[in-house]
């Protein structure tokens, strides 16, 4: 059990937790045709834009509705109201997520009664969903946003069950922000092996994962769940959760509508990955497929040959929440000591983790560590500020200094052994013997040999 230790210092130096509304917008990214609208000022649009566009690589269709100094005082309904009828005019999306920000929640902005007056007044645009959460920069992290998004598209969009026959079962999975595009299409390939059909909320696979698109320029989100999808999650036979915070969602569906939830964190432990197989196994009432067998044999193999090199070594991680429980998992099967979890905000699961603290705080946190471990794993912040004395495992968000972000994998009996081999990579690159080798103080160089001259 770690002790959980909350930082209460009055300045923030070294931030680990970036807004809210980001998350929302990169949940958004993964539903169809979305355009996520900030409802705020043009800065907190343009630091959301440029933290994803950083991270990702990808254009992000991100819309401000633009509050100025006297909407800030006056109120910003009407600002809300003309991006709206705008977005919904221009460019008519399947769905537009409205997010709000620090200023227009501290204004008490009620965005749910700013809908429904727009739903009144303009009829004609029914056929775009218009879905509202709230994701002040004063409470919460990303992953709270990103949770927040999900949540409320779920909450807002799911339709009774319609009794309709399906030829395979159906799973709702509800996705970490932890997951990455290549994460998301491991777990699919697995759901495919035992022929099931799944509702992925979101899906950052088909709208981040990298590709070309055939336009030049869109105005929404490129791929992900569409809104149709979603109102048939009532019809699902299970909801698989990866990661602790969407739990409440996938609860909701069970209070609702009674559909059973399978929970295990992020899927990136043998014991974890062993539990989800068996899970649908039993689920689809087919036997384990030959090759996840043997994807779990490579990662025993992988496990063993790192272990030379991994075990009781001491590693650090500074991370969300879903992530860090999910790397914590990952270290504590390999033997690893773990003096110290750094995360952004009190979440269920991180005091069961084996780790010797685990800090509510900033990356500043790690500092009195620092001396201690042989890697950390966090994000490019964290690098500029420990390398190159102490090597950085770069994951989560943002790492803007890699190519590939979304093509990491993490999850899996795959991601395992990637993780584990990357992990050990940097072990053997920054390695340092703990003895140093003794020089001799008679010891000499080539150059000091004299030619020995033979007798005549």
């Known amino acids: 059990m770690a002790t959980i230790i909350k930082q209460n210092t009055p300045l923030v130096t070294q931030p680990l937790k970036t807004s809210p509304a980001t998350g929302a917008t990169l949940a958004s990214m993964g539903l169809k045709k979305t355009i996520p609208l900030l409802h705020g000022s043009q800065g907190c649009g343009a630091f959301a834009k440029v933290y994803l566009i950083q991270h990702l690589r990808e254009p992000i269709p991100l819309q401000n509705t633009a509050i100025d ?7 910003g309904d009407e600002n809300l109201f003309e991006a709206l009828k705008t977005l919904c005019e221009k460019e008519a999306p399947q769905l537009i997520t409205v997010m709000t920000t620090g200023l ?14 727009f739903r009144r007044q303009y009829p004609q645009y029914a056929a775009t969903r218009i879905i509202n959460m709230s994701t002040p920069d004063f409470s919460g992290s990303m992953q709270t946003g990103f949770a927040s998004c999900v949540d409320a598209v779920v909450r807002q969009t799911v339709q009774p069950p319609s009794g309709r026959q399906k030829q395979r079962k159906q799973v709702n999975v509800l996705c ?6 290549a994460d998301i299409e491991t777990l699919q390939g697995y759901l495919e092996a035992f022929a099931l059909d799944a509702i992925m909320v979101p899906d950052l696979s088909l709208s981040l994962d990298g590709h070309l698109d055939d336009s030049d320029y869109s105005a929404c989100s490129t791929g992900g769940t569409s809104i149709l999808e979603i109102e048939l999650m009532a019809d699902s036979c299970a909801t698989l959760v990866l990661g602790r915070s969407l739990l409440p969602t996938a609860t909701w569906l069970k209070q609702r509508f009674d559909i059973p939830l399978i929970s295990l964190d992020m899927g990136m432990d043998i014991a974890q990955m062993d539990a989800l197989v068996l899970a649908l196994s039993q689920l689809s009432g087919k036997p384990v497929p030959d090759w996840i067998g043997r994807a779990r044999r490579r990662l025993q193999d992988a496990m063993l040959d790192c272990h030379f090199v991994l075990s009781n070594e001491q590693i650090a991680v500074a991370l969300e929440p879903d992530l860090a429980i999910g790397y914590g998992k990952l270290l ?3 033997g690893i000591r773990v003096p110290r979890i750094v995360t952004t ?3 269920p699961g991180l005091a069961e983790l084996s780790a010797a603290e685990v800090v509510i705080g900033d990356l500043a946190s790690l500092n009195p560590v620092v001396e201690q471990v042989s890697t950390i794993i966090s994000n490019s912040h964290a690098a500029g500020m420990f390398e190159p004395q102490v090597p950085v495992l770069r994951a989560g968000y943002p790492c ?4 590939g972000n979304m093509d990491i994998q993490q999850f899996g009996y795959e991601g395992c052994r990637e993780r584990l081999f990357a992990l050990a990579n940097l072990q053997l690159r920054h390695h340092h013997d703990e003895v140093a080798p003794h020089i001799s103080a008679y010891r000499f160089g080539a150059d000091e040999v004299q030619r020995k001259e033979r007798a005549s």
Do not use: K, L, W
């Not at 803007?400 to 190519?403: E, G, K, N, Y």
């Open 332 to 334: 504590a099967s390999m």
């Open 400 to 403: 803007h200094d890699q190519f």
């Open 345 to 347: 905000v009190d979440a």
């Open 69 to 75: 100094q006297v909407a800030a005082v006056m109120g």
């Open 104 to 117: 227009t929640e501290m204004q008490g902005t009620d965005t749910y009664r700013v809908i429904h007056d």
């Open 176 to 181: 970490s922000i932890g997951m990455t595009a």
